[in-house]
């Protein structure tokens, strides 16, 4: 299995302009950051060619772009006065363990799912 445990944040900001929010990652953790739509996530989600962590992935597709199945609220992306004034999204107890996605299985090791879920 995929031998990391994590503690993932997400965090929203909204601005007036993306030119008035400097973004200054940390190398180590971050490749790439780009501003899109939610289709052209769903797009870049799409190509084979690009490689995503397995967490942001597992996180964008169950909450912030989800049509609503797991949480019945809809994602945070659909309704960002929601998400951004009210406490509704924040879940500051739960444990959400799941399995990294199928391109991050395999390896040097033969990584396989653990947890039977997150696809």
């Known amino acids: 299995p995929w031998g990391e445990n994590e503690i ?18 940390h190398v180590d953790e971050v ?8 289709a052209k996530l ?3 989600f799409a190509d084979k ?5 397995p967490w942001f992935r597992i996180i964008a597709n169950r909450w912030m772009i989800s049509s609503g199945e797991e949480t019945g609220k809809g994602g945070w992306w659909d309704d960002l006065d929601r ?13 959400h363990r799941f399995d ?3 391109e991050h ?14 696809k």
């Open 105 to 118: 299985l395999g390896g040097g090791g033969n990584a396989g799912p653990l947890f039977g879920v997150g």
């Open 49 to 53: 060619d690009l490689l995503f962590s």
């Open 83 to 95: 998400t951004m004034n009210t406490n509704e999204f924040c879940d500051y107890e739960s444990i």
């Open 42 to 44: 769903l797009e870049m």
């Open 8 to 25: 993932d944040y997400v965090l929203f900001v909204t601005v007036p302009n993306k030119d008035k929010l400097t973004i200054k990652p």
């Open 31 to 38: 490749d790439d950051v780009c501003w899109v739509t939610k």
């Open 100 to 102: 990294p996605q199928e």
